[in-house]
């Protein structure tokens, strides 16, 4: 393998290139010293070559000797042979390198020497010039002193040789620090040289290692796999051993086995002949068990139908009574309805509930709250699912009383973000308790058209931070105030209060849509559009039979009350702070009425609060009030599910006394 031609000298030229370029005492017999080297590395990389692959031959037989050998030895043999790979990967790396710093140590040993030859040819010539010079002195002082006594050209002359020789001089001195330090470099080539042989030899031994750590590991394998089998041998003997005992004892075993076996067999022969007979008896048997069971159930689901029926008729008869006893004594019905869970609680992981009904129960509200369980009874409990049709038919008769001339109060109350303003109002496509129960009465007015007359007025207030604003009105910031009305009747009413005169159901929902839009709303923590204020509508109804004259008033509120909240959780802060403290001051009257009420007190303390003095008369006797409590069943508000349930309880025990009709009585005698 010889060194590849140097850049820049064509390759005819290589010969002559190596007998000029290489000094005459470094390579004898035209081979430079590189090129021996070369030569040495590249017989013993050919020998590394051959013990590689006397090695990959003998991994080979190894592999093939150990096939049947356990799994470990298979496995060190691809342990080796991943070894060897590496092991020619690395020798082919460092014949690489060996081969690229050859040529680059040729290549600048060449450059080297070419710039030394310029210089000597160059400085042969200068001092052939300079030997020149030296030998015209007996000119040059002729002519100094023939300038001196004739010409100053000569003169001129003789300066200007005297300036080529100093420069002459410059250029020699110059020339001989060239060629030291030319001198110093070619020094450091062989030092480089010198550590290039130094990286060969360490090279070469590390390769001397590699083989014999590959020797040692065949020798290593050879002897674990003679170890394998010799173990394995020594196993396969063992087990042969205990499988001839086994044998042995399952064929004394089957000697002992074979009469008891002819035993069994003639057993089994007269079992069957038995089972055969036993077969008929049993299928009569059991077919007339199958008749007798049939008859049975028969008699018995009659017998549950007819008690269903009894029960289902007790049942209502049973809350027909208590109703007509709660009517009687005047109590509050309540009812409550359980929120269902939004795709928002899901989302957060609201997803357990701790409020629920009793399915076998109606009237019946469990709650989990600190690791006990409590029960609260009520009217009736409406589950999440329940429609908001469903919810309008069970308070559907006390509306329609208000065309009798009875005054009725529908009133929702429950903690904020519970959905009060979605059971009173509902949504276009889903309307709530205010749209489903006016257009009822509207359909019942226009049934009773021939024979009755009727006037319908509508009024909406609300009460926010304690003052009284018209939403009808045109400017709804005008403040109100409640006062007993001058014609000595005792009801109360609001001076000034926008009252509209109705006609159809369509002017009913221009109104409502009016006052919903004047209504004060706002965003808090815990509920997205939180409802400020407590909202009122008033619907009164005059009804005139058209045959006797007879001319009754009925009125009908239907109240949204502001949501109960704690402000550190709600996260009202400045305006929405003063308006839960009002709020929450507002309910807090009411449940002191509620109290009064229970407790049958001589004063009812009706004027504490706005809220409480405008429903004086939904409130005091002869109405007829519903309490809608709405309940959220998440964890998070089990505290103020609790509060809300303890409220509706008191209120379950309120009696107002029998509702009684306002009849008009001047009317009467009129006619």
Request: glycine share 6%; aromatic share 4%; charged share 25%.
């Amino acid at each position: 393998m010889g060194s590849p031609p140097l850049p820049g000298i064509p390759r005819g030229l290589d010969a002559s290139r190596r007998s000029f370029l290489i000094p005459s005492h470094a390579c004898p017999q035209g081979v430079t010293d590189s090129e021996k080297r070369i030569h040495n590395l590249t017989a013993e990389n050919e020998g590394l070559k051959q013990s590689l692959g006397v090695a990959q031959g003998l991994l080979q037989q190894l592999v093939s000797a150990s096939a049947q050998s356990p799994a470990p030895v298979a496995k060190e043999n691809e342990g080796l042979r991943a070894r060897v790979q590496q092991l020619e990967a690395t020798l082919q790396q460092k014949v690489e390198e060996l081969m690229c710093l050859e040529v680059q140590m040729d290549r600048l040993q060449w450059r080297k020497e070419e710039e030394v030859r310029h210089l000597d040819e160059r400085l042969r010539g200068l001092q052939l010039s300079l030997e020149a010079h030296k030998n015209q002195p007996p000119e040059v002082q002729y002519i100094t002193k023939t300038v001196e006594v004739d010409s100053a050209r000569t003169l001129q002359g003789l300066a200007e040789a005297e300036e080529r020789n100093r420069a002459l001089m410059a250029q020699l001195s110059s020339q001989a620090e060239r060629c030291q330090q030319l001198t110093e470099q070619l020094q450091n080539s062989d030092e480089v040289a010198a550590g290039l042989r130094h990286k060969i030899s360490a090279y070469e031994a590390e390769i001397a290692g590699l083989q014999q750590d590959l020797v040692r590991e065949i020798n290593q394998l050879e002897a674990r796999k003679e170890e394998a089998v010799r173990e394995a041998s020594r196993c396969s003997e063992q087990h042969l051993q205990q499988l001839r005992e086994q044998l042995a004892g399952v064929r004394q075993r089957l000697d002992a086995l074979q009469p008891l076996l002819r035993g069994m067999k003639s057993d089994y022969n007269s079992l069957r002949g038995q089972v055969h007979s036993f077969a008929d008896c049993y299928e009569a048997a059991l077919g007339e068990a199958r008749r007798q069971m049939c008859s049975a159930l028969d008699e018995a689901s009659h017998a549950n139908h007819l008690l269903q029926g009894r029960y289902q008729r007790e049942v209502l008869l049973r809350k027909k009574c208590q109703e007509q006893l709660l009517e009687l004594k005047g109590n509050i019905r309540v009812l409550c309805r359980l929120k269902p869970l939004t795709s928002t609680d899901r989302q957060e992981g609201e997803a357990g509930a701790t409020v629920g009904a009793d399915p076998a129960d109606d009237g019946c509200v469990t709650a989990c709250y600190k690791g006990k369980e409590r029960t609260f009874k009520v009217d009736k409990v409406f589950l999440p699912q329940a429609a908001q049709e469903e919810v309008f038919q069970e308070i559907e008769p006390l509306v329609m009383s208000c065309l009798n001339g009875y005054n009725v109060c529908i009133f929702a109350y429950g903690q904020t973000g519970s959905g009060k303003t979605y059971t009173m109002e509902g949504v276009p496509d889903n309307p709530g308790i205010n749209q489903r129960a006016l257009q009822a009465l509207c359909r019942e007015m226009e049934a009773k058209e021939g024979a009755w007359k009727y006037t319908v007025s509508l009024s909406m207030v609300e009460i926010y931070n304690e003052a009284i604003r018209d939403l009808l009105a045109k400017d709804p910031q005008e403040k109100l105030d409640i006062k007993l009305n001058p014609d000595g009747s005792g009801q109360l009413h609001v001076p000034g209060l926008t009252s509209v005169e109705v006609r159809s159901f369509r002017e009913i929902k221009k109104m409502l849509s009016l006052g919903k839009r004047n209504r004060v709303t706002s965003s808090t923590n815990m509920n997205e559009r939180s409802s400020r204020s407590h909202a009122l509508l008033t619907v009164t109804i005059t009804s005139t039979e058209l045959s006797s004259g007879t001319k009754v008033t009925g009125k009908l509120n239907l109240v949204d009350l502001a949501g109960s909240e704690r402000v550190w959780k709600s996260g009202a802060q400045g305006e929405r702070l003063k308006e839960a403290q009002n709020i929450n001051r507002s309910l807090l009257a009411l449940g002191e009425v509620i109290q009064a009420l229970r407790a049958k007190q001589a004063h009812v303390p009706f004027r504490n609060s706005k809220l409480t003095y405008l429903l004086q008369d939904s409130l005091g006797k002869g109405s007829k009030t519903v309490m809608m409590v709405q309940i959220s069943p998440l964890e998070k508000n089990v505290g103020e599910s609790i509060c809300s349930l303890k409220f509706a309880q008191r209120v379950c025990k309120v009696e107002l006394g029998p509702a009684s009709r306002r009849i008009d009585a001047s009317a009467q005698r009129d006619v």
